[in-house]
């Protein structure tokens, strides 16, 4: 039976070659363990059409990730001297010049096949995978190959993965933004919640 990532299940850990600000170097993902958040972020190749308008946004916004203490790793099955064209490449050419975070080469696949995104061409599937301190996956969803993902989807999932981690016995309704109201975990402390929103329906 495949043993696929699972929420709560460690993430697994990897050791490859990164590029960062046209240097190239060795990078762990358990470098992280203990110190920030991770969100890992497979795109299935450099230059492909969707890819960059996802990686350049995400650049866009870094300072958003900083703040929550969370890295973002990019990763594709591409070798680190592609990822240094693709980094060189200006965005009016479909590059990432100036991308603020580590692109990551998985040359030899087992990266992508181990987070099960790999497919029988050869490439990642669009995944999204969010890692807290401790290792520990907490969120994962995987896109079609043709659809973008949304960055302020990515950020409030993050958010409230944070917040119930430091407030336990509360929970995040649907679309909870960070002020909003929240509910308690336990089912019958929910109720409150649930006659004060759904109350008014009876009327």
């Known amino acids: 039976m495949t043993n696929y990532p699972q929420v709560g299940k460690s993430a697994p850990n990897f050791i490859t070659v990164a590029v960062y600000k046209k240097k190239l170097g060795k990078i762990r993902l358990s470098d992280y363990r203990g110190k920030k958040y991770v969100i ?5 190749a450099n230059f492909t059409p969707v890819s960059p308008t996802e990686l350049i946004a995400l650049s866009d ?11 973002i790793l990019a990763i594709s099955v591409d070798s680190p001297f592609s990822h240094l064209r693709y980094l060189l490449s200006s965005r009016d050419e479909g590059g990432l010049q100036g991308l603020n975070y580590p692109l990551v080469s998985d040359l030899t696949q087992n ?15 669009p995944g999204v995978f969010i890692i807290d301190k401790e290792g520990v996956i907490q969120y994962y969803n995987v896109n079609n190959l043709l659809c973008g993902r949304s960055i302020n989807e990515i950020l409030r999932i993050l958010k409230s993965i944070q917040y119930i981690k430091e407030h336990p016995g509360q929970a995040c309704p649907v679309e909870w933004e960070s002020g909003d109201q929240l509910l308690y975990s336990h089912p019958l402390k929910a109720t409150f919640y649930f006659k004060e929103f759904y109350s008014s329906e009876k009327n």
């Open 61 to 71: 916004r870094i300072k958003e990730f900083r703040k929550l203490s969370t890295q």
């Open 40 to 44: 890992l972020i497979f795109y299935p």
């Open 111 to 125: 990266i992508t096949n181990n987070y099960k995104l790999l497919t029988e061409d050869g490439i990642a599937l």
